[in-house]
C-alpha cells in the first residue's frame, strides 16, 4: 500500500494508473488486479493504511515523550 500512498500522495488519485501503482510496487498489473478489483479499491485500501499508519505513528510519539511540548514538536517534525 505504500506505494500506492506514495504515488497519490505525489500526483493525485486522478493522474495514477494501475500500471502505475504495479510498476511503483515492482508487481505485474496482472498480480495487483489479483488483490484489487479496481483502482477505486486502492484508493479506498490506501485511505485506510494510510489511516493506520498515521495513528500508529501518533500513538508511539504519545507513548515515547515526556510532555505535550515534546509531543507536538516530535509530530510537526
Known sequence: ??????LFTQYGF???TMDDISRRAGISKKTLYQHFANKDEVVNESVIWYKSHATDNCTA???GSENAIEVMV???A
Open 1 to 6: 500500500m505504500s506505494s500506492a500512498v506514495e
Open 14 to 16: 486522478k493522474a495514477i
Open 61 to 63: 510519539v504519545l507513548e
Open 74 to 76: 516530535r509530530l510537526l
